[in-house]
């Protein structure tokens, strides 16, 4: 039964990403990339190889649909390393990791949004940097990353209350 959930929020995240939200550009610096939330809500239990192939999976899925040079994939795999050394530390605070997926539902909402922040974050400074080839325009960067995290932010939480219930995490 978990497998099928895991199906059905990739195919809804990468609906909304690819039908939705590829075009939308609020003032050329907001993109907001929900299907990244795929790879932030994989299970806890789930082994380094296979979380850092799906990753690398999702990111080349979008960037085959959008045409690009694989900057999703690469960022996508590099969201999920940083996923698998420091979710653990983000979600309970060093304690043991109980969780089965990480969600507003199954973490305390405020480390759960400083997790979504902070992976965001990260994710988006690779994204955007690659995509610039380099700092030739840092300031761009770094406003870019700020604006996409806080925007992909709540729309990720939006998502979760909207999308998933507390019992079916």
Known sequence: MRIWRIIGRFVLLMAIQLLVLNHVYLGGYVMPMLYVLFVLMLPT???CIPMLLTAFGTGFLV????NMLGFHALACTLLAMMRILFADRILTRGEPVTIEVPSIYTVTPQYFISYLMLMLGMFYLVFFTV?????RSFGGVVL???ASTVVTTLMAVLYQYIFLRKETV
Do not use: H, K, P
Request: hydrophobic share 55%.
């Open 45 to 47: 239990d789930m082994g």
């Open 63 to 66: 960037d085959v649909m959008n």
């Open 131 to 135: 995509e610039l080839f380099g700092f």
């Open 144 to 146: 870019a990353t700020v």
